[in-house]
Every structure is written in C-alpha cells, then in structure tokens.
C-alpha cells in the first residue's frame, strides 16, 4: 500500500491551540509519501535500525497488524515547522493500517503522531489529512470535519476556505523538536500568568484572523499575524534567528510570524511580492520557500 500526504503550516493559533484555542493552518503543496510493503522485521527503506530511530515508524510498527518495510520520499524539509512528521503519520496511517476515509486517517495519524511524541493537538494531522485549510477549535461549528481526544481535551476540525495568497516561508536552520517546546511551555504557562494570558490573547487573534480569512483580506491577515507574533514571544518560543527573518521579510510583507512550534524552525510571511520578500529571508541567513496553499490532502494508492 502507499499514500502521500501534504506539509503544512500554521498561520495563527500554534500553542494555544493545546490549551483549547482555536487555531487554523493550510496545506503547501509539498508532499511526502510513504510505500509499506509487509513481511518480516520492521525497516525503514530497507534499514532495521532507522525504523527503530524514527518514532514515528517505530510506533506505527507496533500498532500496525503486520510489520515490514516503510519507504518514504519526501519534498518537505524536515523539523522546520512545514509538518514533515505530521505528513508522515498520514502518510503511514494510510499505507499500513485497514482506513480508507479522511476521518479514519486522521484519526490513526493523530493516534501514531501523539504516541510518538506524547502530546501536542490534531491540527497537523487534521491538516495533512484534509489539505485545504483547517480550523481547531474547542467547540463544534459549522463546516465539521471530525472530533478527536487526548486526555482530557477533546478538539474539533473543520474545514475553512483558503483565499489566493502567496507565502514565503523561512527556515532559520535551527531543527527543534515539536514535543520539546510543548513541554517547555506548559512549564511556563503554569508559572507565569503573563504567559496565561498571552495564551488567551492568541485565542482572541485566531478568531479574528478567521474572520480575516474569510473575508481574504490580507492587510487584516497581515495584521494579526504581527500580532499574534508578539504574543509567541512572551510564551517564550521566539528566538533571535526567528525575528531576524520576521524583521527582513516584513518591509515585503503583509505580516510575519513563527510557526509551528517555534524555538528556531521557521516563520512564515504573508506577501504581495514572494521574491522580494525571499531574497530578504535569505539575505538575513535564511532558507526561503515560497509555497502555494492545496485543496488535496491525503492521496491513498
Ligand atoms: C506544532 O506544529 C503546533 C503546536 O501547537 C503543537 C501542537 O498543536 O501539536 C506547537
């Protein structure tokens, strides 16, 4: 069996959204694609040792009816915030386990995604699997997808309409890792009530951002975004390489912010010109992509 699945970045909410905000993310047409052909020891492209490095293989391995061999190709660069790791739990959720519908996909992608790393939300997922844009958010609206729980939280997808906007992203080349920062902010959330409310404030963008998006205004877009950046600088994940390439985009943007998780990664502009802004990014030591938002999320076949 095979499937691909698309990356995807998140344009307001990333954070907060483990808190019960709201948060909304698009899929770039970059894709990744995973080929599970079953039969002896766990491997990755060929390699029995890989499979155990990788977290993601090596708990879908043990979840999946059979084991075997996982090849996987990819255009999305890995741990810079583009969703390489979501991309492939669909990716695998769909190759090698008996599911064949969005929401069954997005389901065991969470599952495989939450195992590996032991939090986080469905918003990378849910994103990979449905392409398009999606909405998070606490409570069920209109345009549903699915539900899905972990713990005590229970979040709500959603469809939402992208507008035609052009992105750069910039990657700092600093990798983090996703479960890392998780676990650095809930330290922090639950210390500091600065970073509470930032956290609040951040819900409060998203909404608004939402509006914006549907209206597809991209100077009120633009807006929220330099705004909501803020606020991922007071939980304490923005870093000097981020605001440096936020600072170099912006004079060619309509706003600039992290995403993802943050603590390097990359950050991400909403831009009339993708080449000013890019040779900015890259001027200020960074990697450019310009990327194009897609409507098609997980391909099985
Ligand atoms: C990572 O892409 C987004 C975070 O909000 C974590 C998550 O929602 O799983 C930082």
């Not at 390097?264 to 030591?285: F, N, Q, R, W």
């Amino acid at each position: 069996m095979q499937a691909s699945a698309p990356g995807k970045f998140i344009l307001f909410g990333e954070h907060a959204v483990v808190y019960g905000h709201p948060a909304v993310a698009l899929a770039v047409d970059l894709r990744l694609s995973a080929s599970f052909e079953p039969g002896g020891e766990p491997r990755l492209d060929g390699d029995a040792e890989a499979a155990v490095d990788n977290p993601y293989v090596e708990h879908a391995m043990s979840q999946a009816p059979e084991t075997g061999d996982v090849r996987v190709e990819s255009e999305i660069p890995r741990a810079v915030g583009l969703g390489s790791s979501a991309a492939l739990c669909v990716a695998l959720a769909g190759a090698m386990f008996d599911v064949d519908d969005e929401a069954g996909i997005a389901e065991r992608a969470f599952e495989l995604e939450h195992g590996a790393q032991g939090k986080g939300s469905p918003i990378d997922t849910s994103t990979a699997t449905h392409g398009s844009g999606v909405v998070v958010a606490p409570d069920r609206q209109e345009d549903h997808l699915w539900s899905l729980s972990a713990g005590d939280e229970t979040w709500h997808v959603h469809d939402v309409d992208v507008p035609d906007l052009s992105f750069v992203v910039g990657d700092t080349g600093v990798t983090r890792r996703t479960g890392r920062l998780v676990t650095e902010v809930a330290v922090r959330t639950t210390a500091d009530p600065a970073a509470r409310q930032a956290m609040e404030a951040i819900g409060q963008i998203t909404r608004r951002g939402m509006e914006a998006l549907a209206d597809g205004d991209a100077v009120r877009i633009g807006n929220l975004m330099d705004q909501n950046q803020k606020m991922l600088a007071r939980i304490g994940v923005n870093t000097d390489e981020l605001q440096s390439l936020i600072e170099a985009a912006r004079p060619h943007a309509f706003g600039a912010k992290l995403t993802g998780a943050g603590g390097g990664g990359s950050m991400i502009a909403l831009t009339e010109d993708p080449e000013a802004c890019a040779a900015a990014i890259e001027e200020a030591g960074g990697t450019p992509y310009v990327v194009s938002t897609t409507e098609t999320g997980v391909i099985l076949g």
